[in-house]
């Protein structure tokens, strides 16, 4: 370990001060890993603060450095698969910021010393998470989620800080009828973290974990839910100044965007080319076993479950009326040409083959691909809003239904 600090020097990384509160979360400091360890190894040192190096984005900053791998049961995760080939704003120089900060990945590196800690809340996209212990025992408080209402203000807008100082019970009328679970995480252990579960976690020694954020089929109403919210509570957020707004709207998924993470657009063009890979690697892995009968298995059913659950998510964003912005869209032809793309399916193809223990398929030529896929988005070759993925994924399942429900 303290080999690979040399090469650190220059990493410069948000830090938070533990004993700091600034606005609703923890102050940060910006300083390279190598004065981050240097202080938190420094016995003499007279500093009051605890430190605690989070959300360090350690995979995606050293590719070639295989630290771990990650557990099989948490390996279908569509979100880091995504962001290892795209990023997740289409406009970079608006979200440039973003992109390199928060949104190139969400696998990362927590480092903290005695007392270092996490105020209450619920994870990035309400999505599932893992933590592994490297070394150093936790202390987790978990609130159900049903319970979660009871830790926000009458408005829903603000959350609890900490669960252990004194809660305004004007402010938090319903705190004080919460119950919480508890568990200490030891060195070597893994929590998972289902979604929606609010928690807070302190570190009960010198401690370095693992932790990972996900999401897939079995969740993705959580995260739909969680922008919904967001976009209208943006929308509400900035309502007088509709009027004098030349592009309203854009204003809406800017923020929105800044807030959580993505917006309506990422998240439509995330489902769209998602959708599309599973349906690449439906088709190639149809063709390789050349019998229907295959596709019964369970590569096969989950690769349908995923397209299942986008259609059921899309359907939701028809009513909400959620995807405006007219150059919005996925054209097919140019998408099934580009390399970027096809990486991004032999990730996926990868990852479930390694899931259900099965080989890896060769996928079909580009050229093949667009003669079996062709009829799927129209006869303008475009993916242009949540309806016309809906249409695709229906088309597609066309051909599979006699052996797998949908």
């Known amino acids: 370990m303290n080999c690979l600090f040399i090469d650190l020097v220059v990493e410069y990384l948000q830090v938070a001060d533990c004993h700091t509160r600034e606005f609703t979360d923890q102050k940060r400091l910006e300083m390279s890993v190598t004065e981050f360890v240097e202080q938190w190894t420094n016995k003499d040192s007279i500093e009051e603060s605890v430190l605690y190096l989070k959300d360090w984005h350690f995979v995606k900053e050293y590719p070639d450095y295989t630290a771990y791998q990650t557990p099989p049961l948490f390996s279908d995760d569509w979100l880091n698969v995504y962001l290892d080939n795209y990023q997740m704003h289409e406009d970079r120089d608006s979200f440039q910021k973003y992109d390199q900060i928060s949104c190139s990945d969400y696998r990362f590196v927590y480092m903290g010393g005695k007392g270092s800690w996490t105020p209450l809340h619920a994870d990035v996209f309400r999505s599932y998470s893992w933590s592994a212990n490297v070394c150093g025992k936790k202390r987790w ?8 209402h ?3 203000d009458r408005y829903m807008k603000n959350c609890v800080y900490d669960i252990f100082e004194e809660v305004n019970e004007t402010k938090f009328p319903g705190f004080k009828k919460t119950t919480w679970l508890e568990c200490i995480q030891e060195p070597g252990e893994i929590i998972f973290v289902p979604s929606g579960w609010h928690h807070q976690v302190y570190n009960l020694e010198d401690t370095i974990s693992i ?7 079995y969740n993705l109403s959580w995260v739909w839910d969680l922008l919904w919210k967001d976009y209208k509570d943006t929308e509400e957020s900035i309502e007088d100044i509709r ?9 809406c998924q800017r923020n929105l965007a800044a807030n959580t993470g993505m917006n309506l657009n990422d998240f439509f063009l995330f489902m769209s080319r998602f959708s599309l890979g599973n349906m690449v690697l439906l088709q190639s892995y149809s063709d390789k076993h050349k019998n229907l009968n295959s596709c019964s ?10 397209l299942s659950t986008i259609r059921k998510i899309m ?3 028809i009513s909400a009326g959620g995807v405006t912005a007219e150059e919005v869209y996925l054209d097919l032809r140019e998408t099934l040409e580009d390399p970027q793309f096809l990486r991004f399916v032999r990730d996926m193809g990868r990852t479930y083959a390694m899931i259900h223990m099965e080989e890896e398929d060769q996928f079909l030529s580009s050229k ?8 799927l988005a129209g006869p303008n070759m475009q993916i242009c809003s949540p309806k016309d993925l809906v249409e695709m994924i229906n088309h597609h399942n066309t051909f599979f239904s006699q052996i797998y429900f949908i």
């Open 141 to 148: 408080i978990f609130l159900p989620p049903p319970q979660s």
């Open 150 to 152: 009871l830790v926000y």
């Open 211 to 217: 932790n990972h954020n996900w999401l897939n089929a």
């Open 243 to 251: 009027d004098i707004c030349d592009d309203f709207e854009a204003i």
């Open 297 to 306: 298995s369970a590569l096969a059913q989950n690769l349908l479950l995923n």
């Open 315 to 317: 359907m939701m964003m």
């Open 368 to 375: 093949e691909l667009l003669q079996k896929l062709s009829g």
